[in-house]
């Protein structure tokens, strides 16, 4: 969006544009196609015109409308655009092959009447552009010289290619497709996102858990890190997934030495010091550690202050080195104070720490020279301002996350916190660091009652880095027949890796009247062998470059002496009398490599599938597999899903699949 645009450090200045500002651009040059004979009114209707495309194996069919004249189409398409029919009456179609081997060629709709207000051009229009339509020209308009777009869109390309030749634009722009970048513990399915938003898992598009441009910029990502994070991984025409960690280490690299810091508590528990009067000392503390010249600020320090509950244990380790009965630590920038008692409620929490202080260890050294090990940080009870402060995680629990089943529900945590003075007037969208805790931005939904921070990156704790929970001892690596006997995890079909692959190579299997030997794109480094029986069913020319699903973790099979990667999975039964098998399609929009999944079948697959689990993991599943009466692969009865649709086959219906 141009707000995620402008949140990047852009600035469109005049040149920003909006689509409908060429509507009128469009409807005219929808006459010339018309007026050339390219474009006809269709009267059938959208559920009609759907039949009639055909599939990837038949051709189209003709609509009964498409030998209209010249005339009788302009008469049509102006009361279209006068608001003289319905909606869904009639659409306008770009005349070109109903027997073109790309879906997408098969006569096209380039404008639909829809009866509804436009948030620009109000209730001027009845009848808009559709997409594949509008995009090219508005490209043309505002003279793009190369449009970019994800790999979903390279069979739109011939499309955007053929309104280009066949109208009277200024350029002719060329698109140029690439693949879309995928982070570990994210989702980018718009789809998906949609559904975060709509069920309320996250508070909108601009949630900081979003992997959106504006969830990112409210997080307090910068948008030079953001920047530099795309510099360093580049651009790939392949499917790939970038681990989250280093977009988080390009952020902190770009704010690191921007951010000033500050004092603030996010569990606070009080101090009071006993010996100390109730005079304030007012400090002198650099606004970053390492720059002087973001110069210095003023923070008070009082009798009672605020530290975080994990810097004080009662009954301490030996690698604990912060607050505990007895032991002295530094409060950073002010002095040394030592622990003499706790106070604790009825229920025996610790609710007050007493503790002394060193008045000749203002500024937080001792004069006499003796060493203290721990150093934490505080926030005067007095003057502190008390604020929220949002803990953010990653938004699902797996690296691979395969449905809004795996939301991580501990992604967002609401804290009361404590902050230092110097932080009463913030502007939105300022990053500090809080000392030791991490950096946070101001968010939006700061007011001049409520200070807001979102956490953008957090810091390591030493302590609990030393103190986790030590590794067990790995145990030995089962034997290949206890492997094979070991009761997985998950659901047969959750064991079963199917992903959406794409043929990149067919050829018949020399020495074999029944095989095909075939390259498959799985979206992994080398596409992989797999030999398929499907030599006397599908021709050829249908097999090459086309979407399949492949189950991927059977064991390797030698067969015809070709060693077989995997298995394309097929529907077979009775059409018309006949027996067909065909070949289960994903839809168009599927990601190469992405796994095909089914309501409440969740889980880690399994790396392998040995032949020995053949019978017990894999015969089951096949079992359950079929197709609907509309040709939806299923797995007891749930559709096999992917990012784009469901899969689908093109004639069996109530068929197995195997």
């Not at 998906?192 to 441009?213: A, F, H, N, S, Y």
């Not at 797996?398 to 991580?408: A, C, I, Q, R, Y």
Request: glycine fraction near 6%; aromatic fraction near 8%.
């Amino acid at each position: 969006s141009t707000q995620s645009t402008w949140g990047l450090g852009g600035d469109w200045g005049e040149h920003l544009h909006y689509a409908s500002d060429y509507f009128d651009t469009y409807f005219d040059w929808a006459l010339h196609l018309i007026k050339t004979g390219f474009a006809y009114v269709d009267d059938q209707t959208l559920v009609q015109i759907r039949e009639n495309r055909g599939s990837l194996f038949k051709p189209g069919i003709d609509s009964p409308f498409r030998e209209r004249s010249v005339e009788e189409n302009l008469a049509l398409f102006l009361k279209m655009k006068e608001g003289a029919f319905p909606e869904g009456h009639c659409v306008l179609r770009a005349k070109i092959d109903m027997s073109h081997p790309n879906l997408n060629m098969r006569d096209p709709i380039v404008y639909r009447i829809q009866h509804a207000e436009h948030h620009r051009t109000g209730n001027k229009w009845c009848i808009y552009p559709m997409y594949d339509y509008a995009h090219g020209q508005g490209d043309a308009i505002e003279r793009i010289t190369h449009s970019v777009c994800t790999l979903e869109f390279e069979l739109h390309r011939p499309l955007y290619e053929w309104f280009l030749e066949h109208l009277p634009v200024p350029c002719k722009p060329r698109q140029i497709e690439f693949a879309r970048l995928n982070l570990t513990y994210t989702l980018m399915s718009k789809r998906k996102l949609l559904e975060l938003v709509q069920q309320k898992i996250v508070r909108g598009w601009d949630d900081p858990r979003m992997p959106t441009i504006s969830g990112m910029r409210r997080r307090g990502f910068s948008s030079q890190g953001i920047r530099n994070f795309c510099e360093r991984i580049g651009v790939t025409k392949r499917d790939s997934t970038v681990d989250l960690e280093l977009l988080l280490h390009c952020i902190e690299e770009d704010i690191q030495d921007k951010s000033a810091r500050r004092l603030a508590v996010l569990n606070p528990l009080k101090v009071r010091i006993v010996n100390k009067d109730d005079n304030d000392i007012i400090l002198d503390v650099p606004n970053h550690p390492d720059t002087a010249a973001m110069g210095t600020r003023k923070v008070p320090f009082s009798s009672e202050v605020y530290i975080e509950r994990d810097d004080f244990m009662e009954k301490p380790d030996n690698k604990f080195f912060r607050l505990a009965p007895g032991k002295e630590v530094r409060l950073r920038y002010a002095c040394l104070i030592t622990c003499t008692d706790v106070v604790k409620d009825s229920e025996g929490k610790i609710v007050e720490v007493l503790a002394t202080w060193d008045p000749s260890s203002v500024g937080g050294n001792a004069t006499d020279g003796r060493k203290v090990k721990g150093t934490i940080h505080w926030v005067s009870a007095k003057h502190g301002i008390k604020s929220e402060a949002r803990i953010y995680e990653t938004l699902f629990s797996k690296p691979e996350p395969e449905s809004l089943d795996d939301v991580n529900p501990n992604s967002l945590q609401v804290v009361e916190a404590v902050v230092e003075p110097a932080l009463a007037s913030p502007s939105v969208g300022e990053c500090f660091q809080f000392e030791r805790k991490g950096y946070f931005t101001v968010d939006p939904d700061t007011t001049a009652d409520r200070l807001v921070f979102n956490r953008t990156l957090g810091l390591r704790d030493t302590y609990a880095k030393e103190t986790k929970e030590p590794e067990k001892k790995k145990e030995a690596k089962p034997s290949a027949k206890e492997a094979a006997e070991a009761e997985p995890e998950g659901t047969p079909f959750s064991c079963c890796l199917f992903k959406v692959g794409r043929i990149v190579e067919c050829k018949p299997l020399e020495g074999s009247e029944k095989l095909y030997l075939e390259k498959i794109d799985l979206g992994e480094e080398e596409p992989r062998t797999i030999v398929s029986g499907l030599r006397q069913h599908i021709p050829l020319e249908q097999m090459q470059n086309r979407l399949v699903v492949v189950i991927a973790n059977l064991e390797k099979k030698k067969l015809a002496g070709v060693v077989s990667e995997g298995m394309v999975m097929c529907a077979n039964g009775v059409v018309d009398g006949v027996e067909k098998v065909e070949i289960i399609d994903p839809p168009e929009g599927a990601r190469v490599g992405e796994r095909i999944h089914c309501a409440g079948h969740v889980g880690k697959p399994l790396d392998v599938i040995k032949a020995k689990n053949i019978k017990r993991i894999f015969q089951p599943v096949l079992e359950s597999l079929n197709t609907s009466d509309d040709c939806v692969a299923r797995y007891e009865n749930l559709a096999w899903e992917t990012s784009a649709g469901v899969c689908r086959c093109l004639t069996v219906r109530g068929g197995k699949i195997a």
